[in-house]
């Protein structure tokens, strides 16, 4: 059974002999907190690898079927569906169009399947 003398901060086992200091948690926890902010720099600096589709030909796909269907939302749809599964196949892409809902969150307007 461990025994403590507090005027001088000695832990002292009585059947060992031995003293030491009570440690501190804090070395280890700023580690664990640099090692996490590392693999969170690493892993945010990698992260388009796992992306799907490439923001820039998907902000020209849009823009083109703007163009070329100004008033026309359906066959702005139309166009973005048929040219993503033409390029990149159904397998990502939902083809039916009649379920695709525009969404207006944040201010940026854009559409989720």
Do not use: C
């Not at 002292?12 to 804090?26: I, N």
């Not at 690493?42 to 020209?60: C, N």
């Amino acid at each position: 059974m461990p025994t403590s003398d507090s005027t001088v901060g000695v832990v002292r086992t009585k059947a060992a002999g031995l003293e030491r200091q009570p440690s501190s948690q804090w070395p280890k926890y700023v580690i664990i907190l640099t090692l996490l902010s590392a693999l969170y720099h690493i892993l945010d600096g990698i992260k388009e690898r796992w992306y799907i589709f490439d923001p820039t030909e998907l902000h020209d796909l849009a823009k083109a079927a703007i163009a070329r269907n100004p008033d026309n939302t359906t066959l702005i749809v139309s166009h973005i569906v048929s040219e993503l599964i033409e390029k990149h196949g159904i397998k990502h892409i939902n083809p039916r169009e009649d379920e695709w809902v525009f969404s207006n969150a944040g201010g940026a307007m854009g559409q989720v399947d």
